[in-house]
């Protein structure tokens, strides 16, 4: 068989196309949701993910602010900034761009946010409300594979699902969200003994593992749906951690890279702005 493609580009493209609408509503009402986004540093990486996510919100009619600060910011620098942004009203999210430089302690960094501004869904208590099932904001990158499935019409309710990567950014939320939906959900990491074991038998497979070709055919059973979230150079080359041509070959849905799970990030990173600033005026 051969797989549908889902193109998440397509996705966000239709559903960024719905919040600008939403943001016209709401500016007629006096109400222009606000996204911060605060880069410390000069990574190249980080730069252009940051202008993609200031460009975005701009593109929907939000207020977008981007504060670039030297590599030299102190953590108390950065801990009195966003005690201004917490209590600025026009600011409804708050973006720290991670990785930050080693000598900031990152965890109290996202401690710090006020969680009704906290868009990525890092602090403790988004957290804390993901797992207990609430509602609350979702990490981007997670929430933006769970629309991806919702929209492709695929059911996670009583599937497998095995997770490959175990981060606090990727592996960890997108399987408490699945399992949140009903899903039975095993997750693989780098400690994992015979991972083929474990994906073989998925009804679904999420691949966020950051390792070029990590996934092949072998890898999968006939019909799996496999998600790529896997970003990574080859040769100068954007590829995902499934070999895609392979996969793709058995696979009943799979995501690309570029164009998959990578566009639907930013666009729940607006989705959550949005829902901010609905949830301030109380319109949530
Ligand atoms: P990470 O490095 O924090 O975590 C990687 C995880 O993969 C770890 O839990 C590790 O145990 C596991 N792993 C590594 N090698 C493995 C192997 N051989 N077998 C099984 N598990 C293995 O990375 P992350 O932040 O979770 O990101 C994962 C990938 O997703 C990266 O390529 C990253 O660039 C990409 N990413 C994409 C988006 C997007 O919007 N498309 C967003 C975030 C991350």
Redesign the pocket.
């Known amino acids: 068989m051969t797989a549908t493609v889902i193109y998440g580009k397509d996705l966000a493209a239709e559903l960024r196309n719905e919040m600008k609408e939403e943001v016209t509503r709401l500016k007629e009402n006096g109400i222009t949701p606000g996204l911060t986004v605060i880069l410390i540093g000069e990574d190249p990486a980080s730069l252009s993910y940051v202008r993609g996510k200031q460009k975005a919100s701009e593109k929907v009619g939000m207020e977008s602010d981007l504060i670039e600060l030297p590599e030299s910011t102190s953590q108390a620098e950065l801990l009195s900034l966003i005690s201004e942004l917490n209590n600025d009203d026009k600011v409804n999210g708050i973006l720290v761009q991670l990785p930050l430089p080693d000598h900031i302690e990152e965890q109290e960094i996202i401690e710090a946010i006020e969680p009704s501004k906290d868009v990525d869904g890092f602090h403790p208590v988004s957290v804390g409300r993901l797992m207990t099932g609430q509602d609350t904001f979702f990490p981007c ?1 997670p929430y933006g594979i769970m629309v991806m499935l919702e929209k492709a019409k695929i059911d996670v309710a009583g599937k497998h699902v095995v997770v ?4 606090n ?3 960890k939320p997108v399987g408490q969200l699945l399992l949140n939906e009903n899903a039975t959900v095993t997750y ?3 400690k ?1 003994r015979e ?1 083929v074991y474990h994906t073989k038998q998925a009804d679904i497979v999420i691949v ?4 070029a070709g ?1 996934i092949t055919d072998e890898h999968i059973k006939e019909e799996a749906v496999v998600i790529d ?4 150079r080859v040769d100068g080359k954007l590829t995902g ?1 499934v070999d895609f041509d392979s996969v793709k070959q058995k696979a009943s849905y799979i995501t690309p890279v570029p164009k998959g ?2 566009p639907m ?1 930013i666009t729940m990173l607006l989705y959550n702005t949005i829902k901010a600033a609905k949830k301030t005026h109380g319109l949530i």
């Open positions: 990158t490959i990567g175990r981060s950014l990727v592996g693989c990491h780098s994992t991972l966020a593992a950051g390792k990590l979230v896997g970003v990574n951690d799970v990578g990030t």
